[in-house]
T-cell receptor
Framework: GAVVSQHPSRVICKSGTSVKIECRSLDFQATTMFWYRQFPKQSLMLMATSNEGSKATYEQGVEKDKFLINHASLTLSTLTVTSAHPEDSSFYIC?????????FGPGTRLTVL | LAKTTQPVSMDSYEGQEVNITCSHNNIATNDYITWYQQFPSQGPRFIIQGYKTKVTNEVASLFIPADRKSSTLSLPRVSLSDTAVYYCLVGGIYNQGGKLIFGQGTELSVKP
């Protein structure tokens, strides 16, 4: 099966700083990747669709200027949380499609102090 | 995208068969039905996918009636390690670029 990795797995930052999370498809190319956010005891919420070589598509209510997405290559998408605040603390998960199946990364736990 | 409805939680005992049913009344013609398993602080893991009738793999079976408005995930002889949240999703790579919308999921608790 296909493998999706994320880095870092955990990150702690101070309020007001920016944090970058990487999502990589290790053994396949992905023109489209997805970013989700998950709060404790809740389901995954789709934030945006990352498109290689073009702008990301954001879901309603997600601030595109706060959550910057870059999909510069067929194997890498990055999510940058700008000017992070404690309410941005969450579990961020990416995914990518391969052969009509969506593979998820292991997630990144962001804690904003 | 089709909305899904599942029970919020289920309890079971080791060795029992567990059936989790998902309703998806608005499923589209080209939608697949996919089930994922998620453990705490991990990304979801693919369990099984189907389009119609029955699909079986080494970990589960998926039953889909002819009208495809519901589906049932069957886990044979569950163990404690099957305690997790199970999500039913409807969509597909050919539908809106593969975008999947997660519902609330079913929290399965397996007891000894």
């Amino acid at each position: 099966g296909a493998v999706v990795s994320q880095h870092p797995s955990r990150v702690i930052c101070k309020s007001g700083t920016s944090v970058k999370i990487e999502c990589r498809s290790l053994d396949f190319q992905a023109t489209t990747m997805f970013w989700y956010r998950q709060f404790p005891k809740q389901s995954l919420m789709l934030m945006a669709t990352s498109n290689e070589g073009s702008k990301a598509t954001y879901e309603q209510g997600v601030e595109k200027d706060k959550f910057l997405i870059n999909h510069a290559s067929l194997t890498l998408s990055t999510l940058t949380v700008t000017s992070a605040h404690p309410e941005d603390s969450s579990f961020y998960i990416c995914s990518a499609n391969w052969r009509n199946e969506q593979f998820f990364g292991p997630g990144t736990r962001l804690t904003v102090l | 995208l089709a909305k899904t409805t599942q029970p919020v939680s289920m309890d079971s005992y080791e060795g029992q068969e567990v059936n989790i049913t998902c309703s998806h009344n608005n499923i589209a013609t080209n939608d697949y039905i996919t089930w994922y398993q998620q453990f705490p602080s991990q990304g979801p893991r693919f369990i099984i996918q189907g389009y119609k009738t029955k699909v079986t793999n080494e970990v589960a079976s998926l039953f889909i009636p002819a009208d495809r408005k519901s589906s049932t995930l069957s886990l044979p002889r569950v163990s404690l390690s099957d305690t997790a949240v199970y999500y039913c999703l409807v969509g597909g790579i050919y539908n809106q670029g593969g975008k999947l919308i997660f519902g609330q999921g079913t929290e399965l608790s397996v007891k000894p």
